[in-house]
């Protein structure tokens, strides 16, 4: 019998972990490498904790980033245009890309 594993939208099956392709292809590869680099702070924490495998800890970490991934994703796919306050109207998608927002904390109050 394979042992399968799986917290939110990741699964670890017969030593693969899969996951939403898109974010597979963009961030999971770099993920996985930071965890095995023991540079993963949701990794280690866990870890830290104790209690659950090593495997469910790496999918809890995926799962992490996954939903921060999508949260900004989804902000910029959504929300083409805001005024920041000043009511000028700004191209959300290109402003984001100039600020280098890699987080939904990162925006203005005025932005969120």
């Known amino acids: ?17 899969s996951g939403p392709a898109e974010y597979m292809r ?3 590869s770099e993920r996985l490498d930071r965890i095995l680099r023991d540079d993963d702070a949701v990794f280690n924490a ?3 904790l104790g209690g659950k495998s090593a495997e469910t800890l790496v999918l809890v970490s995926l799962q992490t980033d996954y939903a921060g991934w999508k949260g900004l994703r989804s902000l910029v796919d959504t929300c083409r245009v805001l005024t920041l306050g000043t009511g000028h109207v700004v191209d959300k998608a290109a402003w984001l890309r100039e600020w280098g927002v890699t987080s939904i904390a990162d925006l ?3 932005a969120r």
């Open 46 to 48: 866990g870890a830290r």
């Open 108 to 110: 203005p109050t005025e």
């Open 1 to 17: 019998m394979t042992k399968k594993t799986t917290v939110g939208e990741f699964t670890f099956a017969d030593g693969v972990v």
């Open 26 to 28: 963009e961030r999971g």
